[in-house]
């Protein structure tokens, strides 16, 4: 694939992009691909699906299996029925 150079770009823009690398964890050039997929049909015909909802997509699959086990535990009080309300 041939390469692509921005210039001129933004200041505001050029932070932008370095903290979705921070926060994803990944390099700059993942991150403005990443970005990029996520405004164009380039992503959809990657993974052969639409996205429905592509504000909560970078939240599919984040947690760690350990962090998904605490916050069901967190809840699990929550989801106990008490059978006195429903009478």
Known sequence: MKPI???????E?????????????ISMNKAVISLLEGKTAAKEKKTGRKARHP???ALAGSWSKKEAVEFDKA??????????LWK
Not at 5 to 11: A, G
Not at 13 to 25: D, I, P, Q, T
Not at 75 to 84: G, K, M, T
Request: proline letters at 9%.
């Open 75 to 84: 809840l699990a009080a929550q989801r106990q029925v008490d059978p006195e």
């Open 13 to 25: 823009l050029s932070k932008s992009v370095r903290r979705e690398a921070e926060r994803k964890r």
């Open 55 to 57: 504000d909560l997509d």
């Open 5 to 11: 150079t921005l210039r001129n770009l933004p200041p």
